[in-house]
């Protein structure tokens, strides 16, 4: 799960946006007209779309004692509580509503908060230009207030809009500004929000433990206020620090607390995220029934949102067709009333005997033509029957088969290591992957297997290349990562060339079949590293098999032995820096294949700063530059060449952006798998 709670979600999933809709600093009211206000907070928030009995009563008593504050009031809580049931467009509505009311009445709190609220709304929709429209409004309605606590919410909410927007610095610099004032904030909510914003910036930073102090204020905060949203919200961004930072008990204490307050308030996007936050630390934690017991309900839980929203589509299409109705009934009325003034005129013309042949002419023509625009009408009727239902049966199958790939997508998701487990034990290293399609045909391996004898552990890293990409190479990838699996856990295989034996062994079965011969296989670098520390320095033995991938370690050339430079293959930066050997797998694939002989295994000592890199064909096969031509391995090897001295998270960065200036309005064609690994 990604790491970035407001791009998209939702870890997401699901780009997800936090929607923080504010109540306001209440205006003072009579007794009566709070304590009814009070009583229709109380529904409007747990049932938006039950609470028409309470609003009328309250708006009933507002007018009568000229508190029209309240109404505006009343049509903001509404709002919010739509707007925690993610009916966005209903939310909206409501907030309109409040903003045109509240816009005929002296500058207020609520006109500051419903303006916010609808910012906020468009942020969920991906609309920025309409959320800033909207803030800046409600930094107008602050100021004209004078309220500062108004101003300072505003400022915080649009340096949260920047965060999700990507702009990071500006969002520092006007959290910045806030902190300069924070002690002038009296609103304990505000102060609570601001902390929750700088845990997200912090966050975006991967400053995980400067993030978890905010959040934990925010936290204390909100339960001082005993605000089960603040509560729920901060509960979830430490947990999702403390997972980050690798501390998966405290990841599922307050993930988990998160969760429960959500699910007894009915905050269905808060049960999502905290959902997928337990799912990512259970499964980190090795608490793998657990953790599919939260993916399922992740799962039932994104269906039920699906729902909700096919269910307001299919609302207002029966209202669209409800107002069709009813025009076509005026219509009718209208034709009924022409055809009445027309029998009075026949029979007027009736009493002209000498125009009455003509009249029966006309009347039987008129007949003749309605007949057969009737017929017409029936036939095409008819037809526009048959589309619609071949239209519905299209739509269908095509929802079906993007949720099926969907699904596939997640089963993907599920056998790709995590980053949290790679840096664990190899903790400087990079994974570029990019799928030419939703699912892809290549993947990435990693078991590590501990030794009873010496207590030492060996790791086992693959990058694979299975037959096909999309859906076909997903189906061939999930058997061939279980053969691996298989073949460690239950054969007990750690060296490279036998666990590529048996693999091949354990695919022929799997593809086995009497009437068709299937083919199907992979490419794949497989590597085992044995770390140790000799006389102080880092080292480590790594042995090597490959099905038709090479691999490739990137070495100080001073540092290369005369054995190496005389029996390997090597090339050499522009300045002898450097110096790139290469070990070549042998030229067959895993899997069935005429003349298949058995794997072999390389091995070579490994000093500390050598760069290791395993990949599979996607990278120099790509199509693009100015001619249209592939990338190629030569050019692949230079580039890995001059960047191997940076750290692997800037190497990564230049691999992407090379990729993406390489390729331009090309396809995408094949997937794409590099790891790096830095001793």
């Known amino acids: 799960m990604k790491f970035r709670f407001f791009a998209v979600l939702f870890f997401v999933i699901i780009p997800f946006v936090s929607v923080y809709a504010q109540q306001g600093i209440a205006t003072v009211y009579s007794e009566e007209t709070q304590k009814l206000l009070d009583n229709f907070r109380t529904v409007a928030l747990e049932k938006p779309d039950s609470c028409k009995t309470e609003f009328d009563i309250l708006v009933k008593h507002a007018t009568k004692v000229g508190e029209y504050y309240a109404i505006a009031k009343a049509l903001n809580i509404n709002g ?23 816009t005929k009445l002296p500058p207020s709190d609520i006109l500051v908060d419903c303006r916010n609220n609808i910012a906020n709304m468009y942020i969920t929709q991906g609309d920025t230009a309409q959320s800033l429209f909207y803030f800046n409004l409600g930094m107008e309605a602050a100021t004209a207030f ?26 520092y610099l006007n959290l910045e500004k806030i902190r300069a004032r924070y002690q002038n904030i009296t609103a304990i909510d505000i102060k609570a929000y601001y902390h929750i914003a700088r845990s997200r910036y912090f966050s975006e930073k991967e400053m995980h433990d400067s993030a978890m102090v905010e959040a934990k204020i925010g936290l204390e905060q909100y339960e001082s206020l005993n605000d089960v949203i603040g509560m729920t919200t901060c509960n979830f961004y430490v947990g ?6 690798g501390n998966t008990a405290k990841a599922i204490q307050h993930c988990q607390t998160s969760y429960t307050i959500a699910d007894t308030s009915n905050l269905i996007i808060w049960q999502s995220q905290s959902c997928e936050c337990l799912w990512q630390a259970h499964k980190a934690a090795g608490n793998y029934e657990k953790a599919l017991s939260y993916h399922l309900r992740l799962t039932e839980i994104n269906e039920t949102v699906k729902n909700d929203e096919r269910i307001r589509d299919i609302a207002k299409v029966e209202l669209q067709l409800e107002f069709k109705k009813e025009r076509f009934e005026d219509s009718l009325k209208t034709a009924e009333q022409a ?11 009736q009493n002209e005997q000498s125009k009455s042949r003509l009249l029966y002419f006309g009347l039987a023509f008129l007949a003749i033509i309605a007949l057969l625009l009737y017929r017409s009408f029936r036939s095409k009727k008819r037809d526009n029957q048959i589309i619609l239902e071949q239209k519905n049966t299209v739509v269908q199958k095509q929802h ?52 009873l004898s010496n207590k030492s552990s060996t790791i086992l890293l693959a990058a694979a290349d299975c037959t096909g990409h999309g859906v076909p190479g997903a189906m061939v990838s999930v058997v061939c990562s279980n053969a691996l699996r298989r073949t460690v856990k239950e054969f007990g295989l750690i060296k490279p060339g036998d666990i590529l034996d048996k693999v091949a062994s354990i695919v022929e079965e799997t593809f086995e079949n009497d009437q068709n011969e299937v083919k199907d296989g992979m490419d794949i670098a497989l590597i085992s590293i044995n770390p140790s520390v000799n006389d102080g320095e880092k080292s480590a033995v790594l042995e090597f098999s490959g099905a038709n991938n090479p691999l490739w370690i990137v070495r100080e050339t001073k540092r290369l032995s005369q054995s190496e430079r005389e029996n390997l293959q090597h090339v050499s930066d522009e300045n002898n820096q450097l110096t790139l050997i290469e070990i070549k797998g042998d030229r067959q694939p895993v899997g069935k294949f005429a ?81 790096g690994v830095k001793i």
């Open 400 to 451: 079906e088969i993007l949720d099926s790939i969907a699904y596939a997508k997640r089963l993907q998701d599920a056998i790709l290591p995590s980053a949290t487990q790679l840096s664990a034990v190899l903790s400087d290293n990079f994974v570029f992957y990019s799928p030419k399609d939703v699912v892809s045909g290549d993947f990435y391996w990693f078991d590590q297997v501990r030794s």
């Open 595 to 675: 003349n298949k002989k058995p794997f072999q295994t390389s091995e070579i000592s490994l000093l500390e700063n050598d760069v290791i890199y395993i990949f599979t064909d996607g990278f120099p096969d790509q199509f693009g530059g100015p001619k249209g031509k592939k990338f190629k391995y030569q050019t692949f090897k230079k580039l890995l060449l001059s960047n191997a001295h940076l750290a692997m998270k800037e190497q990564k960065r230049i691999l992407t952006e090379t990729m993406a200036g390489w390729q331009k309005e090309f396809e995408q064609t094949d997937d794409i798998c590099v790891i």
């Open 240 to 245: 999702m620090n403390y997972l980050k930072t």
């Open 80 to 102: 919010i509580g739509y707007a925690y049931q993610n009916n966005i467009p209903k939310a909206i509505e409501l907030f309109m509503d409040c903003n045109e009311f509240a």
């Open 339 to 349: 055809t009445i003034d027309k029998s009075a005129q026949d029979v007027i013309l």
């Open 146 to 171: 004078g309220n500062f606590d108004r101003e300072i919410l505003t400022a915080v909410q649009l340096a949260s809009l920047e965060i999700d927007c990507g702009k990071i610095d500006a969002a």
